[in-house]
């Protein structure tokens, strides 16, 4: 399921209290979709890494009082408040690790330790399919989890990086060549690869407009040589696009792009534009182009700005193209 199916699935677990692991291939966001539902519940997150754990560290160490020994809990263990307990990459943790969660993810106790009431265990961890580090799941561990699948989405991705502010030529590009979201293959040894987290490094780089003659090995160590070549390719393009507020301004009279790749990019570029000046012009623009891309400017266009449909020119794009629209 993708990340808007996962969030909504977490939400309803977390308010039942019900454990729940978080599967997919690296890079791909588990722990920050976690994070996220958190905050927007309004719940605090501890993240404890199991893989970094012994057996012993959640039972904590003992104590003695009266004579009697006492197991002091580890502080990182919540005991008030509400909130979600992650276990993030449990399934990378050693199998006496992972036992010593049983209890703690079905009873809510280990050892004299008690888990709040208003906390919830989440899981999250690679497939072993992916080659990660990995180690076999007990069955027994595995049934008390609620088990999600995450899979990658490149207009979920996308509608993320826009509020999100990734920039805009990575987007352009995924929108380009969706499948360069995501292309893991755990047959291979590459040390970089496309995945919405590289990508959201890409674009933190060609944020800080590096010096030109490291750009590409910054990108190829980054998302890997095949995609980082790819998108040298589509950003000269894009770096060469007509002035997106040119053709905004003269929306009678501007080029209209042959090559499909500069038409994503320049419709990328255009739609972040739209506003209560720019609205009439877009659609003006959009009824221009080609069906597929009109669709695509428009729609992303009110996006940025709802006045969009309520202009005269929209309403004659929706007439003209109602058979694209249906």
Not at 103 to 127: M, S
Not at 139 to 166: C, K, M, P, Q, Y
Not at 274 to 279: L, P, V, Y
Request: glycine fraction near 6%; charge should be negative.
């Amino acid at each position: 399921m993708n990340a808007k199916k996962v969030k909504s699935s977490l939400r309803t677990l977390i308010s039942l209290k019900q454990p729940v692991f978080v599967w997919g291939a690296p890079g791909v966001g588990k722990s920050h979709v976690v994070a996220q539902v958190a905050r927007e519940m309004g719940l605090e997150l501890t993240d404890v890494r199991a893989v970094l754990l012994d057996p012993v560290d959640l039972r904590g160490l003992p104590s003695v009082k009266d004579g009697t020994a006492h197991w002091c809990p580890p502080s990182f263990l919540p005991t008030k408040g509400e909130g979600v307990l992650f276990l993030d990459e449990l399934n990378a943790a050693p199998p006496l690790v992972q036992a010593a969660c049983y209890q703690l993810i079905l009873d809510r106790k280990i050892g004299e330790y008690t888990l709040p009431d208003g906390w919830t265990v989440v899981a999250a961890g690679n497939r072993e399919s992916d080659r990660a580090v990995t180690h076999r799941m007990p069955s027994a561990l595995a049934n008390r989890f609620v088990h999600l699948d995450f899979t990658v989405d490149a207009d979920t991705w996308l509608e993320w990086a826009e509020r999100a502010g990734i920039d805009e030529e990575v987007l352009a590009f995924i929108r380009f060549r969706p499948k360069l979201l995501h292309a893991f293959d755990p047959k291979k040894n590459d040390k970089a690869f496309p995945s919405p987290r590289s990508w959201e490094f890409a674009a933190k780089i060609i944020a800080s407009t590096p010096d030109p003659d490291v750009e590409f090995s910054l990108l190829k160590g980054t998302v890997g040589p095949g995609a980082a070549t790819e998108f040298a390719g589509f950003s000269r393009m894009f770096r060469q696009l007509p002035d997106p507020d040119a053709v905004i301004n003269q929306p009678d009279t501007a080029v209209i792009p042959e090559e499909p790749a500069t038409l994503y990019a320049l419709c990328e570029a255009i739609a972040k534009r739209a506003g209560e000046k720019t609205a009439e012009n877009i659609v003006t623009y959009a009824s221009r182009l080609p069906s597929e891309f009109g669709v695509l400017l428009v729609r992303d266009a009110v996006k940025h700005h709802r006045g969009v449909v309520e202009t005269p020119a929209f309403s004659h794009w929706t007439t003209a193209n109602a058979e694209v629209l249906l």
